[in-house]
């Protein structure tokens, strides 16, 4: 995806791209793969790739959701900031946390942060089944991508919203992952408000978001241990 496409399809989202984000991103490109030299963050390191497989996929969120009408949002699993990152740079005004167990992937973050200067940035390098006491019933958005399957991304994720706010899973063609997950969306106080399938391009093939409300909160004896949620799943 060359720069000027990239432009054209985040117009699409209905979002703007100003001289400073464009920027934001330049920085973020180059440093990806500089840092990916050392330290392997992604296996996508191609310039027009990073624009449409990272920066333009991460951005598909908002198909979804109009983020200017919430407080807070978390992605966990984030790894090299995807899509929570690229997020931030978009709507500064979100408070977003990007959490992730990989410290090295945190200490990049951290640097990026301070090359592209956004602030209501926080960082976390910790288990997100460490976190869920810490910020039960919190977000406004949690959302995950390419992380685990939907079934344990579900429960982990759920906790950490509010009631009557949302889990947005950011998945792929897998339809069957997401029938296997309605079970765990029930018993965890949710109900799938909408999926939204489409063609990120022919390349990379079909994408699915999954936008799940959460119509109950959670209380503190219904968090599971890990162990628990990956042995015997709802």
């Known amino acids: 995806m060359k720069i000027n496409e990239f432009i054209e399809k985040v117009k699409e989202l209905g979002l703007e791209t100003t001289d400073e984000k464009l920027k934001q991103l330049e920085i973020y490109a180059n440093f990806l793969r500089e840092y990916n030299e050392h330290t392997n963050l992604t296996a996508i390191t191609n310039i027009k790739d990073i624009y449409l497989k990272h920066f333009y996929d991460s951005l598909t969120l908002t198909k979804v959701i109009d983020l200017n009408l919430c407080e807070n949002l ?37 640097e990026l942060k301070n090359k592209i200067h956004v602030d209501n940035l926080e ?55 997401i029938d296997n997950s309605k079970n765990v969306i029930s018993k965890m106080h949710g109900e799938i408000e909408e999926i939204n399938t489409f063609l ?35």
Do not use: H, Q, W
């Open 74 to 110: 978390l992605d966990f699993g984030t790894g090299a900031g995807f899509p929570g990152m690229v997020i931030k740079i978009f709507f500064p005004s979100l408070k977003v946390t990007l959490l992730d167990s990989n410290n090295k992937k945190i200490k990049f973050l951290t």
């Open 200 to 234: 990120l391009s022919e390349e990379t093939g079909m994408r699915n978001i999954i936008k799940v409300k959460k119509i109950k909160e959670t209380t503190l004896s219904e968090l599971r241990p890990y162990e628990k949620i990956i042995k015997k799943p709802y």
């Open 123 to 177: 960082l976390i390098n910790t288990r997100v089944e460490s976190f869920r006491n810490e910020r039960l019933n919190y977000y406004d958005v949690v959302t995950a991508r390419a992380v685990t399957n939907m079934p344990v991304l579900t429960e982990l994720a759920m906790p950490l919203v509010k009631e009557n706010k949302y889990f947005i899973a950011m998945k792929g063609s897998n339809t069957e992952e």
